[in-house]
């Protein structure tokens, strides 16, 4: 399967401790982004990278959260201190720059702060 | 701040029969796509429309973009037991890369 992939799929951590986040998109896709979704919601923008660069930060993204795309294939997701707020899915989703710039989701990774 | 509203939130209804869910916006979106979602899994693209007026077919579903680019609905027939999940529409908006979703509308389809 040659989908977007997503690691950890669930995370517990306790209030204060840093986690990261893994997404290893589709591998021709240039674009990736990442959206957090809380219950009864719909996913919610954070950020957006084109090759390696970070092209937009959504105001959702606090100074705790820092993304990376070093080589720009797979991306990371860091929060530190977490906070019991923090809890949400994170979605991880590429695209291909051009054409209908159609974005396909990874399954996520679920974060439960304590 | 481009808005989508999902309508309506949640259905329920019976195998066998049709449903229609909508999505409106006072915004204009260069494309829109609809996402089908499953507890603890991520949103699975089922299709985008990008002309007004634009009508896609998906099997038992139904797909039309509104003339002026403002909505959109899903149209459903003989609804099965493998329907039910969180159905998620999300808008293009001129930035060609930011997805703006509705709060989705959860469909149960009871046998």
């Known amino acids: 399967d040659t989908g977007v992939s997503q690691n950890p799929r669930h995370k517990i951590t306790k209030r204060g401790q840093n986690v990261t986040f893994r997404c290893d998109p589709i591998?021709?896709?240039?674009?990736l982004y990442w959206y957090r979704q809380t219950l009864g919601q719909g996913p919610e923008f954070l950020t957006y990278?084109?090759?390696?660069?970070?092209?937009?930060k959504s105001r959702l993204l606090s100074d705790r959260f820092s993304a990376e795309r070093p080589k720009g294939s797979f991306s990371t997701l860091e929060i530190q201190r977490t906070e019991q707020g923090d809890s949400a899915m994170y979605l991880c989703?590429?695209?291909?720059?051009?054409?209908?710039?159609?974005?396909?989701f990874g399954p996520g990774t679920r974060l439960t702060v304590l | 701040t481009q808005l989508l509203k999902q309508s309506p939130q949640f259905l329920s209804i019976q195998e066998g029969e049709n449903l229609t869910v909508y999505c409106n916006s006072s915004?204009?979106?260069?494309?829109l796509q609809w996402y089908r979602q499953e507890p603890g899994e991520g949103p699975v693209l089922l299709v985008t429309?990008?002309?007004?007026?634009e009508v896609k077919k998906l099997k038992r579903l139904t797909f039309q973009f509104g003339d002026a680019r403002k909505d959109s609905s899903l149209h459903i027939t003989a609804a099965q037991t493998g329907d039910t999940g969180l159905y998620l529409c999300?808008?293009?908006?001129?930035?060609?890369?930011?997805?703006?979703f509705g709060k989705g509308t959860l469909l149960t389809v009871n046998p």
């Open positions: 999300a808008g293009m908006g001129g930035s060609n890369y930011k997805l703006t």
């Open positions: 591998s021709e896709h240039n674009r």
């Open positions: 989703a590429s695209s291909l720059e051009t054409g209908r710039n159609e974005q396909f």
């Open positions: 990278f084109q090759n390696e660069a970070q092209l937009e």
């Open positions: 429309v990008v002309t007004g007026g």
């Open positions: 915004s204009v979106f260069s494309s």
